[in-house]
């Protein structure tokens, strides 16, 4: 029975329309929502933080990162309040996107992941395969990937 679902969402298309599905499965079984974000690490040595400081440059802001989450949580938050869910969560995380997407699912212990099957992912997902298949591979419940 699925009780507990983990919607990803990073802002793509996709995922938009997995948040839509993910919204409309969990309200036909009357299962609590969790909409999850993850923010990717990102971190400059001090020593390029104060050369950068020092020349002016503008650097990487984690709280700029942290304020988009909140942004795309918020967006699907109202598209499944729309889709009439009521017990639904948000929250994000900083770390390494699939993994963290997994161990999230396990600490919630969803019955299912909802992901897209492509997200704002960048060169290393060409290289290294897409976070929605890294999701499939590690997760230890189903995982819904939508197109």
Do not use: N, W
Not at 33 to 38: D, M, P, Q
Not at 113 to 123: A, E, K, P, Y
């Amino acid at each position: 029975m699925i009780k507990k679902i983990l919607i990803a969402v990073d802002g793509s298309k996709h995922a938009m329309k997995s948040v839509a599905i993910g919204a409309e499965i969990a309200k036909s079984l009357e299962a609590k929502v969790l909409l999850f974000h993850v923010v990717k690490p990102y971190s400059l040595p001090d020593s390029l933080k104060s050369f950068a400081k020092a020349e002016h440059l503008a650097i990487f802001d984690p709280e700029l990162l942290r304020k988009g989450a909140q942004y795309l949580l918020s967006g699907a938050m109202d598209a499944a309040r729309a889709a009439g869910l009521k017990d639904v969560e948000m929250e994000t995380e900083e770390g390494p996107i699939s993994r963290s997407i997994v161990e999230r699912a396990k600490s919630y212990k969803a019955d299912m992941i909802v992901i897209g099957t492509r997200g704002m992912g960048d060169l290393e997902g060409m290289l290294r395969g897409g976070v929605s298949h890294r999701v499939e591979t590690l997760a230890k419940c189903p995982v819904l990937v939508v197109k």
